[in-house]
């Protein structure tokens, strides 16, 4: 079984920081650089990408929107 792609939101930069990130786990939040972003964010919504658990602040809800519009002709 595989795991389901979860986004997990966080209040703060630092609590999403805490998170462990490794593999398939990576962090998501606007400290970050946009060629950072771009590319964690193609990972996640790829379906074959390596990431499957996205650490982000409410910045990333835009991902979630993207995410839908993605996954809605799957």
Same mark, same amino acid.
Not at 1 to 7: F, G, H, R
Not at 25 to 46: C, G, P, R, V
Not at 49 to 74: D, E, M, P, Q, R
């Given at each position: 079984?595989? @795991? /389901?792609? !979860?986004?997990?939101? &966080?209040?703060?930069? *630092?609590?999403? #920081?805490?998170?462990?990130?490794?593999? @398939?786990?990576? &962090? %998501?939040?606007?400290?970050?650089?946009?060629?950072?972003? *771009?590319? !964690?964010?193609?990972?996640?919504?790829? /379906?074959?990408? #390596?990431?499957? @658990?996205? &650490?982000? #602040?409410?910045?990333? $809800?835009?991902?979630?929107? %993207?995410?839908?519009?993605?996954? $809605?002709?799957?």
């Amino acid at each position: 079984m595989a @795991i /389901p792609k !979860t986004l997990v939101f &966080h209040d703060s930069k *630092q609590d999403a #920081t805490d998170s462990d990130a490794s593999g @398939i786990i990576k &962090h %998501y939040h606007s400290d970050m650089s946009a060629k950072y972003l *771009q590319k !964690t964010f193609n990972d996640f919504s790829l /379906p074959d990408g #390596t990431c499957w @658990i996205l &650490h982000a #602040t409410a910045g990333a $809800a835009t991902v979630s929107h %993207y995410l839908k519009l993605l996954t $809605a002709n799957v």
